[in-house]
């Protein structure tokens, strides 16, 4: 072999290198396997997630409404009205103050 | 590998099938493109279990990942760089692993002795273990390129890598085949 026929046959014989299943039905084997894994929910947090979804929508609604609920009570107890009772109970204890004086 | 405009109609229509829902569209893709796959790690990785493992996983990988994939695009490109991908990185964890054995005589292809001594020559033989010694992209490239017969553009696809840095690569380990192989050229220094 000389320097110039040398990229043809490392070409050449590289190929012999080239790799070969043990035989066909190992193949098929392996994309047996494959079509499988992936035609069937095989994992478990797949398999979780498919079911615990609809729970964790629900879940995920309750508390939006629970917090929605918590505002509006927090904003009727701080109302106009609320106010005026504590300006009178201020009104009040001014009074006291000035007749105890 | 030369396709037919049959072929490329084929495999658009099971990668829209598989991406609206169709697992079973996705034997089409698996039969076509297996053994290249098998290949690609094998060539990296020089062990056919693990070969075999790897090819299944980027198998299902590229299904659970089949959302991201655009319409048009050529399945065989997705496939090889997700094998790749994971090819690379079990050769990274054996090297973490168990850094002394894979620094013994022979980086690569110690599982599958057998095999290669049953498939070559004498010649293929010597060729194999300079291509087992160069540093690992060099290796990978070269056996992508030289026995597999991946295209430039496909290892760059694969690797993640520029052409032009597949050509560098390549035309080092030619080089390095050339001066370990010199004996086989009829003369030697």
């Known amino acids: 072999m000389s320097n110039d026929d040398f990229p043809g046959v490392v070409r050449d014989e590289a190929r012999r290198l080239a790799f070969r299943p043990e035989n066909d039905f190992a193949l098929q084997q392996l994309a047996a396997r494959i079509l499988h894994r992936v035609q069937s929910p095989s994992t478990i947090s797949a398999v979780l997630s498919h079911w615990l979804a609809p729970v964790a929508a629900a879940l995920l609604a309750l508390t939006i409404a629970s917090g929605g609920m918590a505002l509006y009570e927090q904003s009727l107890s701080s109302s106009p009205g609320d106010l005026a009772m504590v300006s009178d109970a201020a009104l009040v204890h001014e009074d006291f103050y000035r007749a105890a004086q | ?189």
């Open chain 2, 1 to 189: 590998m030369r396709e037919t405009l049959q072929d490329d109609k084929q495999e658009a229509a099971a990668i829209e099938a598989v991406r609206g829902g169709d697992g079973e569209a996705y034997e089409y893709l698996v039969q076509k493109y297996l053994r290249r796959t098998v290949a690609a790690a094998w060539q990296i990785v020089r062990d056919r279990t693990d070969a075999e493992d790897l090819a299944q996983e980027a198998f299902v990988k590229a299904f659970e990942k089949i959302d991201r994939f655009r319409a048009g695009e050529r399945f065989a490109p997705w496939i090889y760089r997700i094998v790749t991908n994971l090819s690379l990185d079990l050769v990274k964890h054996r090297r973490r692993v168990r850094p002394q054995e894979l620094s013994d005589d022979l980086p690569s292809g110690r599982n599958d002795h057998a095999d290669r001594r049953a498939q070559s020559n004498e010649i293929a033989m010597r060729i194999d273990e300079a291509l087992g010694e160069l540093p690992e992209m060099q290796r990978v490239v070269a056996r992508l390129y030289l026995i597999e017969e991946f295209s430039h553009t496909e290892i760059a696809g694969m690797t993640g890598i520029s052409e032009g840095t597949v050509r560098s690569h390549l035309s080092h380990a030619r080089r390095k085949l050339q001066d370990r192989l010199h004996d086989l050229m009829g003369g030697g220094h």
